[in-house]
């Protein structure tokens, strides 16, 4: 029997974690590039979740001020509201409803190495819509629209679409952004009743506290953020300006997720977020820069390739000779087993998808 989840499928070996560190049942440890998808800001560590709110009641607390300002601040535009889910996944399908709901019409548009979860509207690739997953009905993206690129879009009738999601910058391949977006096409956009949703689950705080730069230079109608903002703990978040409220009626709104908005997602959102508040991000974008100079350096003498920005990176175990190479993360074609096996020789942890994610911790310091 396998146990087919991400890396159990490899008879993983790893039994403890503290800090930047991940250990083996031999006693060996680890430095984690991977931290979680990136939620581990702080590493491996308890949540300390106060102990008098973590019974499953039907609502979160009563009081909710601290919260709603901390995301407040994280968000590009006045919020108008905010909807708890317990996965970035069921937040960007949540965000996608919201945009049908307030402009009643269906179509979404995707641009070319999109990645926005594990739902299975989106989990094809290209413009024929290459199913990249067993057991998909063709029906569930009937209504999702594969781009190259932005002006791909705009070159074609797009009155009909709903939105639009992007990813600030594309998690297969860090160094570029998904689109550029001027104050023109906003004002298209806006013109033709076309919503823009920011996938942030990636991005967000990474480099800065709350949305990316891009984010916040473009001002998206919906903005979604992921575990990030929980440390770790199940959660996604759906933010929407205040435009969207007035639109949306709760009446006939589905807001619906189990254990969404319960106290423990709550008081985790809030412990993390103050904590992400006071971060000396400067040192997290150091942190970055010296990571990937360090496996460069482990790596030379193969055909690796790493690619980064100011809030994540990712290695290519085998360097892309075109586009085509740079496939969605987690389903990358080539997989060099020397690089990775130069990489545990020196006591460094990458996921098999290649992300790579800064920390607290600086490998320099850590690795003396």
Same mark, same amino acid.
């Given at each position: =029997? ?5 890396? %159990?499928? +490899? ?72 909807? *708890? ?6 937040? #960007?399908? $949540?965000?996608?409803?919201?945009? $049908? ?9 995707? +641009? ?9 509207n989106f989990l094809f690739t290209g413009q024929d819509k290459e199913i990249i997953s067993a057991g #998909? ?5 009937? /209504?999702?629209?594969?781009?190259? !690129?932005?002006?791909? *879009? ?9 939105? %639009?999601?992007? @990813? ?10 998904? #689109?550029? =977006? ?17 996938? @942030? ?5 990474? !480099? ?7 984010? $916040? ?5 919906? #903005? ?16 929407? &300006?205040?435009?969207? /409220?007035?639109?949306? !009626?709760?009446?006939? +709104? ?17 412990? &993390?977020?103050?904590?992400?508040? @006071? ?8 942190? %970055?820069?010296?990571?990937? /100079? ?8 193969? /055909?690796s390739e790493i690619k980064a920005n100011e809030g994540f990176g990712r290695i290519y175990y085998q ?15 080539? +997989? ?22 800064? !920390? ?6 850590? %690795?003396?």
């Amino acid at each position: =029997m396998k146990l087919l989840n991400s890396n %159990l499928a +490899f008879n993983t070996k790893f039994i403890d974690a503290k800090g930047p560190w991940l250990l083996d049942n031999k006693g060996n440890q680890f430095f984690d590039c991977w931290l979680g998808s990136g939620t581990l800001i702080f590493g491996h560590e308890p949540l300390n979740i106060d102990p008098h709110n973590t019974t499953l009641l039907p609502e979160g607390p009563e009081n909710l001020e601290e919260i709603i300002s901390l995301l407040t601040d994280a968000c590009p535009f006045e919020p108008g509201g905010f909807g *708890f889910q317990t996965s970035g996944s069921a937040a #960007i399908h $949540r965000a996608c409803r919201i945009a $049908r709901a307030v402009t009643k019409k269906n179509k979404i548009a995707v +641009f070319s190495k999109f990645w926005h979860g594990s739902d299975d509207n989106f989990l094809f690739t290209g413009q024929d819509k290459e199913i990249i997953s067993a057991g #998909i009905p063709i029906s569930s993206q009937a /209504e999702i629209i594969w781009f190259e !690129s932005i002006d791909d *879009f705009l070159s074609q009738p797009y009155d009909d679409f709903a939105a %639009l999601i992007f @990813e600030p910058y594309q998690g297969s391949d860090p160094s570029v952004q998904t #689109i550029n =977006m001027t104050n023109e096409i906003r004002s298209q956009l806006k013109e033709n009743n076309v919503i823009l949703i920011a996938d @942030e689950i990636i991005t967000g705080f990474r !480099s800065q506290y709350g949305a990316s730069l891009v984010s $916040r230079e473009c001002k998206p109608d919906i #903005i979604v953020f992921g575990k990030v903002i929980a440390g770790g703990f199940p959660c996604g978040l759906v933010a929407f &300006n205040k435009n969207i /409220e007035e639109k949306l !009626s709760q009446k006939d +709104f589905f807001w619906g997720g189990t254990f969404a908005a319960s106290p423990i997602q709550l008081n985790a959102i809030k412990l &993390n977020l103050k904590k992400l508040k @006071e971060i000396d991000y400067f040192k997290i974008k150091l942190n %970055l820069i010296q990571l990937v /100079e360090h496996l460069r350096y482990i790596l030379i003498e193969t /055909e690796s390739e790493i690619k980064a920005n100011e809030g994540f990176g990712r290695i290519y175990y085998q360097k892309p000779t075109t586009n085509e190479d740079l496939t969605s993360r987690g389903f990358t074609g080539n +997989f060099n087993l020397k690089g990775s096996e130069l990489l545990i020789k020196n006591k460094i942890f990458i996921n098999r998808n290649g992300l790579i994610f800064p !920390s607290i911790f600086n490998i320099r310091d850590c %690795l003396k």
